[in-house]
């Protein structure tokens, strides 16, 4: 969140300056990112909270909608520099003044981006969190956003040197379209997966995953009807399970705990239900 305050602040006086849509499309980048940061610093306390009686599942879907927040956020920003843009290009030309202030305060922002995002994918790792792991895609792809931005500059500043190449003050605006490009590409993807986990989509690949470690368990000879649901950093999955029906009730409790724990081993934030059937040769004989 400094971060992110510093280097708005940073863009804002530098573009203005120099007159640089590209370093403003980045300045207003940067402020989303600030708001993105607050909501998921938000989030996350508030998802962190213990289920209640209200609440039974958690509350771990705030992570989910904070992303989907952070991804009409984005839209919208997409909308005015991509306005801004195609303004500059076809209706009304802007005077650059680049300086070597541009350059710096880009080579900083992707200084910044580089260090949190790899703090950021190390924490979404460590604690299986939606909203972290969408910050960090955040702000690794501002690393190539600025990147774009920077080359843009250069270009400009070309233009300058070579008056032949006068095209080249263009530069500045089409880079900021390719910002907004990005920028787009980033909130569909995360909105796409935000919007799967609040409809309860399940992970992909997961259910055959589960059944296959299941159905591998000694005294287990079926794994069905198979439900999962995510909700913040956490996994529900309900199962049910053919077992040998003349085992004690202590023998099948420590069957279930067993299943819980081999779905734990590759899920570790599972909260595993196990709900376990006799055979068919069973069923069979007690309606004989």
Known sequence: ??????????????????????????????????????????????SDKP??????????????????FETLLLLGTCAWIIYEAIHRLFIREVELKVNIWAFGVMTISILVDFSRSRVLYRAARKYHS?????????????????????????????????????????ADSVSALLVG??????????????IQTLLDGAPSGVEKKIIQAVEAIPGVSDCHHVRLRSSGPHLFIDIHVLVDGTQSLKDAHDLTEEIERTIQQFL???????????????????LG
């Open 130 to 170: 939606q909203a972290l792991e969408a910050d960090a895609l955040h702000f690794s792809t501002d690393i190539w956003s600025s990147g774009v931005v920077m080359l843009g500059l250069f270009l400009v500043k070309l233009s300058e040197v070579f008056p032949g190449y006068r095209f080249f003050r263009l």
């Open 51 to 68: 289920a209640d009686k209200n609440h039974l599942y958690g509350h771990g879907k705030v992570e989910n909608l904070s992303a989907l």
């Open 268 to 286: 570790p934030n599972a909260d595993v239900t196990v709900h376990p059937e006799p055979t068919l040769q069973e069923k069979i004989s007690d």
């Open 181 to 194: 490009t990005i920028v787009i590409w980033i909130s569909l993807k995360l909105g796409h997966r935000t």
């Open 1 to 46: 969140m400094i971060a992110a305050v510093g280097l708005t602040c940073l863009k804002v006086v530098i573009g203005l300056t120099t007159g640089s849509l590209g370093i403003l499309a980045e300045a207003a980048h940067s402020g989303l990112d600030l708001v993105a940061a607050t909501m998921t610093w938000l989030a996350i306390r508030i």
